[in-house]
Each structure stands twice: as C-alpha cells, then as structure tokens.
C-alpha cells in the first residue's frame, strides 16, 4: 500500500508560476524526501526533510513538513517548461528500516 | 561516478521465457533496492539487500522472482518464466548504509513481455 499520497495527481500552470504539491502520509517518519522523474528517466532526488524540521530550501524549491497533520508540501517558485515531470514524495521510517514508501506522484506540466 | 547502472534499458520477451535484469550500484553505497513501477500500483518495493544480505524479500510478487547480489557491486533481477502481467519498468537505487540518505535510481529497464 502506498504510504504516501500526493495531491494533485496533475497541474498544469504556466512558465513562471508557482507550484504547489502536496503530500499526506499516515504513520511516523524519520524523514520525508522528494523526488522528481522525467518522462523515461530514474527518479531523482530533490530534497529530504527530517521529522524534527518544519521548513528547507534548495534553489527553487521549498519544503514544509507538518508531523502533527501528517503532511508536507513542495513548492518550485518561478518555474521553468524543463520542471515538467512527476514529482514523488517518500516516507523513511527509520528504525532501522531503510525502505522508502513512495506515493503514486503530481504530475505537472509547465507550458511555456 | 556513473551512478546506478541498470542493463538493459529495454527487454521484449515471450512469455515463459526467463528474464534477467541487472544492476551495479554506487561504490560505497551499502543498500540496494529493486523496485517495479506500473500506472496502476505505481512505485513497489520488491527487495532490498544491506551489505550484499537480503533484508526484506516481502514485496516479490510470488516464487517466480527471484533476486541475487553476490557482491557489492552487483545484483540481478530474475522473473521465470516471465507473463505479460510482469510487463512493468523495473528500478534498482542505492544509498549509503543509514536513514537519512535520499537514494539514486538507476535509469530503469522497461520489460515487455508478450
């Protein structure tokens, strides 16, 4: 089962925009990373945000994380058509288990 | 470093025939994942190994997965015999021993068998 869930599961906005992605998990983490794929590609990593931080910044992107609601946002500020991809969140319960539980993904399309 | 190397990048097969899928992770990384992605059920664990050890084999679909790592630059993937059903891109990512490390993903083998 997925242990993630992102919200949408599209958006299409236009180059320049904001985009915001959300994520809602159901148990405890250790972390929660973010990922994106291009269409034919591997995943990538983005950024990864620990249960004890509510906020953290990479160039263009922004990440929130809300243990109380269980859930997270990325945000990608000014964006380009080249951010068109899916964007995955994944859960790492720590504990000693190095299994990422990743939901189904946001796809976004950034028109130019 | 090249990063996870995934081989082949495309697999055609007939059904029953055997599949094999490899992969050579980062040197140094001590975890190794295969995971499946399809439209339906998106991103599956199928098995992870630590330092070369299977860990958790839970996600294998049933008894005609199997997977090997025989050293710790290389694991494979095998399906026998292969049905249209496990017709899937398949994903093998590494990362350094310890949470807290985001994992790099192979480009993928996209399998098809007919």
């Known amino acids: 089962s997925q242990q993630g869930e992102e919200d949408p599961q599209a958006l299409s906005i236009q180059e320049g925009e904001n985009a915001t992605m959300n994520c809602s998990y159901k148990t405890s983490i250790n972390n929660l990373q973010w990922y994106r794929q291009n269409s034919g590609r591997g995943l990538v990593h983005l950024i990864l945000?620990?249960?004890?931080?509510r906020e953290k910044h990479s160039g263009r992107l922004r990440v929130t994380l809300d243990t109380s609601k269980k859930s997270s946002s990325l945000l990608i500020t000014a964006s380009r058509a080249a951010d068109t991809a899916s964007y995955f969140c994944?859960?790492?319960?720590?504990?000693?288990?190095?299994?990422?539980?990743f939901g189904k993904g946001t796809k976004l399309s950034v028109i130019p | 470093d090249a990063g996870v190397i995934q081989s082949p990048r495309h697999e055609v097969t007939e059904m029953g025939q055997e599949v094999t899928l490899r992969c050579k992770p980062i040197?140094?990384?001590?975890?190794l994942f295969w995971y499946r992605q399809t439209m339906m059920r998106g991103l599956e664990l199928l098995i992870y190994?630590?330092?070369?050890?299977?860990?958790?084999d839970s996600g294998m679909p049933e008894d005609r997965f199997s997977a090997k790592m025989p050293n710790a630059s290389f694991s494979t993937l095998k399906i026998q015999p292969s049905e249209p059903r496990d017709s899937a891109v398949y994903f093998c990512a590494s990362t350094p021993r310890g949470s807290g490390y985001g994992y790099t993903f192979g480009s993928g083998t996209r399998l098809t068998v007919v």
């Open positions: 190994f630590n330092n070369n050890v299977p860990i958790d």
């Open positions: 994944a859960t790492d319960p720590g504990a000693g288990s190095y299994q990422l539980t």
């Open positions: 040197s140094g990384h001590n975890s």
């Open positions: 945000i620990r249960s004890n931080e």
